[in-house]
């Protein structure tokens, strides 16, 4: 029986090295401040564009990140799909004449 104590603090620490190390939780850990990193990205967009509301530049460049961040090249597959058409809706009827949109929206659906 005295064999059992050393197991079972070996366990306990092994558990606790196991679940510090598991990938699913360092996973799940990395999208969480992806995600977060992603919503904070957008909150400086819009703080930016809310406070610069003629800066074209920068709707394309929103435009831009939503597009690329959280696409899924492997799967041809953005998340944020629904989000970007809104986007560049809101930049055509904002900015119909800028030749930075038609370029931008050339360049999108080449």
Partial sequence: MCWLIPATLFASKTSKVYSSLNHEILIKALRNGQAL???QSIERYNKYIEAHPDDVEIYIER?????????DEYDDYNPSQGY??????????R????????IYHLSYTC
Avoid: R
Avoid at 95 to 102: K, M, Y
């Fill in 63 to 71: 435009c831009q990140f939503v597009e690329l961040a959280v696409y």
């Fill in 84 to 93: 970007l058409d809104s986007l560049q809706e809101q930049l055509k009827d």
């Fill in 95 to 102: 900015f119909p004449n800028s030749h930075s949109v038609i």
């Fill in 37 to 39: 990193m992603y919503d």
